[in-house]
Each structure stands twice: as C-alpha cells, then as structure tokens.
DNA sequence: GAAATAGTACGCCGATCGTCAAACTATACT
DNA sequence: AGTATAGTTTGACGATCGGCGTACTATTTC
C-alpha cells in the first residue's frame, strides 16, 4: 500500500499506517496549553524545538514507560502540536512550527523560551 | 488587623481574612499553561486583561455555579496568574503581570492575542 | 441585632489524567 | 522463516478534574 511520491534514497518509506491529525483549523489553544502543560510532553517539545528535526519516540527517552510514551507522543499529535509519521519500524516527529505560528503568532516561542528561563532558574533539572 | 497603607475613600479597607499566594519564583511554567487550559479560567484571565483593574468574582459571572467559580478563581490564584484580596465582602482579582512578565517574558501577552485570534476565528463564541 | 451580600468549605459525582504491565502488530534484517 | 526493533493496544490503578448543591462564614447595611 506504498503510495509515497518522494523517494528519499536508502532510508524506509512511508508505510500505510495511518495517523489522524487536526487540520490547522482545528486546532484549539486550551488543547495546545493542556498539551504543554505537562512536564513529559514539554520535554518532548522542547526536544524537538532544539534539534528541529524529526526525531523518533525512541531517541526522546522519556523516564516513564514505552506505554506512556505512546500516550504522551498521541496528545502532543491530537492537540496539534506535532506531527507524526511512520517511516520503517520507526515514527518520525517533527514540531508543527508552521501551523502553530500562523495560527497562535509568538506562542510557542515564548512558551519555550519561559521553559528554558524556569531551567536555568531551577537550576538545570528540566523538571 | 488593617494594615492597608493607601486609603481610597469611601470604600472598604482589606480585612484579616488571608489568602495564600505563590511567591514568584515559586510559579510554575506548567501551573500556569495548565490554569490557562481550561476555558472558564481563561475567560477570566481575558476579562481581567480588557479591564486591566481589580474586579470582584462576581463582576466575571462564568456559566457556572457559585461554587465552582470559587473553585477556578483558586486554581487561578495557586498557579500564580491572578493575585486576590479580600475588600469588605467582596474579593478583587487581578492578573499577576509584572510576575509573570518577570518569569515568562510575553507569554501572557501572546496567550491573550493566541484566545483573541481564536475567537476571531471561530466566530466570537468565546468557548 | 437582623437581613442582605459575597464568597468558602465540604462532600459527592462522573470524567479524564498519567502511569504501568502484558500482549500484540508492523517493519526490517539476516 | 526467524529474530530483532519500534511502537500500539488494552485494561487496570489511583489521582486529579470540573461540576454541583448545601450549609457555612465574613462583612456591610439597616
């Protein structure tokens, strides 16, 4: 059921595997905030917005379960903030910069830039 | 027990009843996007913003019991967004700016603008 | 002191949350 | 085909959430 348009060379393609994700439109600020106002998930944000890149789950390495992971990966995906797609064994994610830009202008900069800040302040335990 | 320094006439001074508030280095990046995820809290924060003054609980008449207003406002209050103070019978709310402005720098400012466009967007139903 | 006003405290409810372990599925590698 | 890798699904758990009504407290006004 491969119907990929872009090969990318030696790296697996897109399987089949569906994922459902909000369009732009639907995204709604209390979800966003919900979704962020977790520490796990805000690590994983966070992530994402320093290595901006796509990632897999694994590479996160949250300190709860595989189960949990999952759980957190699919609010962030639900509420709007991620994107998610399966490539191979792996999921890839990537931050929905563009959309959340155009929608909530500044938010997510200054939502990272305070998590950074509250860091520092706390002294370095991203916690 | 009135240790208010600046008297405004007529009206009525704080009394004993004390409330407790967060000092601000105490505030929590993820208490706050937490408060500001529920959508009764967040027309509060939005009133309090317009009016930018002090208003009593019952001035923001949320769509919900007298109870559970009490119940936000406290959320509100513990997470370090809004300062309360006691005045007569009634109790002032106000938003915690320069705190948070402090901690966050522009994080209210573009939650306020995100619920605005949101509204904009969604046809000015406020929910 | 009595009535009115403004908000609190205390349970209670059903729903959602974050967490886990166990069993499972899908893909890749050999 | 068989094994390894990566993530999912399900169902459970205790905790928290948002909501309510009722009874209560504090303050002002009469």
Redesign the pocket.
Known sequence: ?QTQTTPTGPQ??A???S?EHPRREAIRLEDVL?AL?????MRVVRTLAEESAEL????ID??????????????LRESGVIH?I???????NALRREDLEALFPGLLDSVLAAAALQEGRLGGDRG
Do not use: E, I, N, W
């Open positions: 059921m697996p393609q399987t089949g595997r994922l919900h106002s977790d520490p796990m998930r897999t789950c694994s590479v949250l300190p709860v379960s595989k189960s949990t992971t999952t759980h957190h990966f699919r609010v998610q399966y490539r191979g064994t792996a999921k890839m």
